[in-house]
């Protein structure tokens, strides 16, 4: 994550002030979610050890697990315990298994709960290209290197949330319909998250919407226009339609620092400035709220066909705990350990599965190998001095 790239203490309420000890709720949800947590648990530990703190971690049901066990996607005695928690470490949902089931017994609906009830609005999920994984691309070398872009996603608004919704039979036939919907005061909060992300980085900010066709895009470029303008006179704003920057994600990334977009395309997009690293396995991301715990969870899905295999990439989710430490905790040492043990851990040639190229001379190792030698270095690298934005 780049170094001052956000301060939730300068946005929102107050993050957790630095203790000795820390309540933290865990949710493995499916998939390869178990053997991931478990791997992340081991580098808590090691960071917990080296720093002389503690975290206090309490497993939760979310997702297609809660579903088997509760029949409910996210069980109130979840939502409970995560509201209690100084914050919140999820990994995964989801699989084939319930993907015919119906809306309100699916593992997606567990989720945009939990951001609902939790008011998770702001979505961070950053694609800083690893020197170590430019061979990972599928783009060209010169296109990726030194790609660093953060994504700002509205989280819990837009099309995803609206109101009127469903499927109706409408002169004899079905209708489905749903509302793509903005208040001004759910664009002004995130264009605020935006633009203070934005001043922390390179200063360059770029709203992306579909106000050519789109009313409701026509207020969100009129919003994020008066608010950072107003609120960040100093970030240099920029406006993109949604499908002139997805073809500018692919031809020239380096263009872009901060986005700042709804929902539904910031659902797309994010993924898609993911794929530039060349592996969701390696992403972060962070969901914050005005108050309250914030949710840290890789970008990636549950992988159900390798799940149990030991194949899976920890480090997406070993990067959500160190934001985690960074932006609820105000353990930034701690967190810039974490990731420069990432890093290092790259350094010395181990690759999962996802991210081994072919005749690159690197080991292949498992999720449980991965997992210990970054937990490993944790306990003996140097830890990072950290700057103060």
């Known amino acids: 994550v780049p170094q001052g790239a956000f301060s939730r203490r300068s946005l929102t309420a107050e993050a957790v002030s ?5 309540s933290i709720t865990l949710l493995p949800g499916d998939g390869i979610g178990p053997e991931i947590t478990e791997a992340t648990k081991g580098v808590l530990e090691a960071v917990c050890e080296r720093c002389g703190f503690q975290l206090e971690l309490k497993e939760a049901l979310i997702g297609g697990s809660a579903i088997d066990a509760v029949q409910d996607p996210f069980p109130k005695e979840s939502l409970d315990q ?18 015919n089931n119906p809306r309100e017994l699916r593992p997606e609906t567990g989720l945009l709960k939990m951001r609902k ?35 700002v996603r509205e989280l819990t608004g837009d099309v995803y949330f609206g109101t009127p919704k469903g499927i109706d039979i409408i002169d004899g036939q079905r209708v489905g319909y749903n509302n793509m919907i903005y208040s001004e005061n759910e664009i002004e909060r995130i264009a605020r998250v935006a633009g203070d992300v934005a001043s922390k980085r390179s200063g360059k900010l770029c709203s992306v919407d579909k106000a050519n066709v789109l009313d409701v895009s026509q207020l969100w470029r009129d919003v994020v226009t008066s608010t950072i303008n107003t609120d960040f006179p100093d970030v ?15 031809r020239w990334p380096k263009q872009f620092d901060t986005i700042v977009c709804g929902n539904i395309f910031g659902d797309i997009l994010s993924d898609e400035a993911s ?8 992403l972060p991301s962070a969901s914050i709220g005005e108050s309250g715990p914030g949710v840290f969870e890789p970008c990636h899905g549950s992988a159900p066909d390798i799940a149990g295999e030991d194949k899976a990439n920890p480090l997406a989710m070993i990067l959500s705990a160190a934001m985690m430490l960074k932006y609820d905790l105000d353990r930034e040492e701690e967190a810039a350990l974490i990731e420069r043990a990432v890093e290092e851990a790259l350094d010395l040639g181990v690759r999962t599965a996802d991210i081994k190229q072919e005749d690159d001379g690197c080991k292949q190792i498992g999720c449980v190998e991965m997992g ?10 140097d830890i990072p001095e950290v700057v103060a934005a």
């Open 275 to 282: 794929m530039l690293v060349g592996s969701l396995g390696m």
């Open 236 to 250: 240099d704003l920029s406006h993109m339609y949604v499908d002139n920057a997805a073809m500018q994600l692919i």
């Open 18 to 22: 630095k203790k000795d000890s820390y």
């Open 117 to 151: 009830e939790m008011g998770l609005f702001a979505n961070l999920r950053p694609a800083k290209v690893l020197p170590q994984l430019l061979d990972a691309s599928t783009l060209k070398k010169e296109v990726v290197e030194g790609v660093d872009v953060m994504v």
């Open 372 to 381: 210990k030698v970054v937990a490993d270095l944790v306990s003996k690298i």
């Open 82 to 99: 995560c509201l209690a928690s100084d914050s919140v470490l999820l990994a995964c949902i989801g699989g084939y298994k319930w993907d």
